[in-house]
């Protein structure tokens, strides 16, 4: 199955500093906006003011509020699948891989929280147009890793979803206060656990 072209934003982006200053802050106070009310919850008057634009300077960004939450997803997506890419080359063994993916994983959750709820709660929407190369695919980075590992590919995808599970519900917790303090804290257990799952499942 071929994964689904993007195409570039409609609006154009204007070139030049100034340009690319608004569009680095629509997408910040996007972010913040999307994360915290849902994309459905924001409305294009929400993110241009809280930018400091006019609604018709947000369009010559952006086509539309959909396209900005899409291009949002995609980019940021493909970022944290590149790094761990970058991770799997680096790192001698499996136990520093994951180890390093985790912490990775957790420093985003603590520094950037928007940004990993807004990949987290609204991976569903935008996952049919995320192409299929592990380079700008987190799943698929993660089934690299896997494979690389010596985890037969048949259960890749699965032992893959099962690591991803360890990281993610601890920060659902974080998310909802369940589990206090910075998630960089638990990330030494997260791995751990990860570990556990990836050479005992990984096993034919």
Same mark, same amino acid.
């Given at each position: 199955?071929?994964?689904?072209?993007?195409?570039?934003?409609?609006?154009?982006?204007?070139?030049?500093?100034?340009?690319?200053?608004?569009?680095?802050?629509?997408?910040?106070?996007?972010?913040?906006?999307?994360?915290?009310?849902?994309?459905?919850?924001?409305?294009?008057?929400?993110?241009?003011?809280?930018?400091?634009?006019? !609604?018709?300077? #947000?369009?010559?960004?952006? @086509?539309?509020?959909?396209?900005? +939450?899409?291009? =949002? &997803?995609? $980019?940021?997506? %493909?970022?944290?699948?590149?790094?761990?890419?970058?991770?799997?080359?680096? !790192?001698?063994? #499996?136990?520093?891989?994951? @180890?390093?993916?985790?912490?990775? +994983?957790?420093? =985003? &959750?603590? $520094?950037?929280? %928007?940004?990993?709820?807004?990949?987290?709660?609204?991976?569903?929407?935008?996952?049919?147009?995320?192409?299929?190369?592990?380079?700008?695919?987190?799943?698929? +980075?993660?089934?690299?890793?896997?494979?690389?590992?010596?985890?037969?590919?048949?259960?890749?995808?699965?032992?893959?979803?099962?690591?991803?599970?360890?990281?993610?519900?601890?920060?659902?917790?974080?998310?909802?206060?369940?589990?206090?303090?910075?998630?960089?804290?638990?990330?030494?257990?997260?791995?751990?656990?990860?570990?556990?799952?990836?050479?005992?499942?990984?096993?034919?």
């Amino acid at each position: 199955m071929n994964a689904p072209r993007r195409t570039p934003s409609r609006g154009g982006v204007r070139r030049g500093r100034d340009g690319a200053d608004t569009r680095a802050r629509i997408e910040a106070v996007a972010l913040e906006l999307f994360a915290g009310k849902g994309v459905a919850g924001t409305s294009v008057r929400d993110i241009a003011q809280g930018v400091g634009v006019s !609604e018709g300077a #947000l369009y010559r960004h952006f @086509a539309s509020k959909e396209e900005l +939450a899409r291009e =949002l &997803f995609l $980019t940021r997506y %493909a970022a944290l699948a590149a790094e761990i890419c970058a991770i799997d080359d680096r !790192e001698p063994d #499996l136990a520093s891989r994951l @180890a390093a993916v985790v912490a990775r +994983a957790c420093r =985003l &959750f603590d $520094t950037e929280p %928007a940004l990993f709820a807004y990949l987290l709660i609204h991976q569903h929407e935008h996952l049919g147009s995320v192409p299929e190369g592990p380079e700008e695919n987190v799943v698929e +980075a993660v089934a690299r890793l896997m494979r690389r590992a010596g985890v037969p590919a048949a259960r890749a995808g699965l032992v893959g979803a099962m690591a991803l599970g360890c990281v993610v519900q601890p920060a659902v917790f974080a998310l909802y206060g369940r589990i206090e303090g910075p998630l960089s804290a638990q990330a030494d257990a997260i791995a751990r656990a990860v570990t556990a799952v990836v050479e005992g499942a990984g096993k034919p």
